[in-house]
Nanobody
Framework: QVQLVESGGGLVQAGGYLRLSCVAS????????MGWYRQAPGKQRELVAV???????NYADSVKGRFTISRDNAKNTVYLQMNSLKPEDTAVYYC?????????????WGQGTQVTVSS
């Protein structure tokens, strides 16, 4: 099992910034990808950004140019730097990890951290 603990959420004014962190611990074998999803009230959970073991990244169109995902492999930590925040970025942000395990690829989720952007 892998445990994910997120931090860094909070309340910020539009145009402000936040940095989310997610630390993975437990049975770490070979993490293939780490990422961030978000879910706003009444909406489906959506991918925000993902970073793969080799360093390649993908972003949702809505956050390109404003958010940056990075990871520290030695610390099993993934970060999401969020700049120029907008009220529509308000959501619960979830850390996500895909790991290659002896039984196959497994997915883990964090408990979520609230990000609220006021106008």
């Amino acid at each position: 099992q892998v445990q994910l603990v997120e931090s860094g959420g909070g309340l910020v004014q539009a145009g402000g910034y936040l940095r989310l962190s997610c630390v993975a611990s437990g049975s770490i074998f070979s993490i293939a990808a780490m990422g961030w999803y978000r879910q706003a009230p009444g909406k489906q959970r959506e991918l925000v950004a993902v970073i793969r073991r080799g360093g390649s990244t993908n972003y949702a169109d809505s956050v390109k140019g404003r958010f940056t995902i990075s990871r520290d492999n030695a610390k099993n930590t993934v970060y999401l730097q969020m700049n120029s925040l907008k009220p529509e970025d308000t959501a619960v942000y979830y850390c996500n990890v895909h790991q290659n395990e002896p039984t196959g690829l497994r997915t883990y989720w964090g408990q979520g951290t609230q990000v609220t952007v006021s106008s």
